[in-house]
């Protein structure tokens, strides 16, 4: 039987991650991919890898991915996001249009404060000296603001990109946000 890692993570998974701060994408690929052998039921991980290939503009390998990480959890919005910017830039709008549709389903993403456990536990790891910097509620709000302007400026994509493929193509298609 083969495990599970939805919220488990595994030492590769931690060196992944600290990659993809170095903007190290190679090696990020390398250690998910690992830790996808010992889980290979981590849709999470795949997702990652998804957005790793499509930062490094692998759009064919970012759509293998992501629709490995949908086939295991098929409602995850980020994954939807990605293939429609993946499917438009390959000019394969029929696809892209049903990622935008499903997207644009779901409310708007809300401008949210951290839950107040979550600013309890940041302040008091930002007592910490080591910690100072990296856990200042400040920054972690902003983080998070910075999120929810992504959100907003994706959706704004989406919707341009619904009605340029609605109005039977007209024109060159709605320039693909970053994602």
Not at 1 to 25: C, N, P, Q, V, Y
Not at 153 to 174: F, T
Request: glycine share 4%; net charge positive; hydrophobic share 40%.
């Amino acid at each position: 039987m083969a495990k599970t890692a939805i919220f488990e993570f595994s030492i590769a998974e931690l060196k992944a991650a600290r990659a993809i701060g170095r903007r190290d994408f190679e090696e990020a690929l390398r250690l998910y991919k690992e830790h996808i052998q010992a889980y290979p039921d981590s849709w999470f991980a795949m997702q990652i890898i998804a957005e790793c290939y499509a930062t490094l503009n692998q759009d064919d390998q970012a759509i293998e991915w992501g629709t490995r990480a949908l086939a295991l959890q098929a409602g995850f919005i980020p994954t939807f996001e990605l293939l429609a910017g993946c499917y438009s830039r390959r000019g394969d709008h029929d696809r892209a249009y049903q990622c935008v549709c499903r997207v644009l389903e779901q409310p708007p993403h809300e401008p949210a404060r951290l839950p107040s456990i979550v600013r309890w536990i940041v302040r008091a790891l930002s007592l910490v000296p080591r910690f100072r910097t990296k856990f200042d509620p400040d920054r972690v709000q902003a983080e998070q603001d910075r999120i929810t302007a992504q959100h907003a400026q994706w959706r704004q994509w989406a919707m341009g990109y619904k009605e340029w493929y609605e109005a039977n193509r007209d024109g060159p298609p709605p320039r693909t946000t970053a994602r």
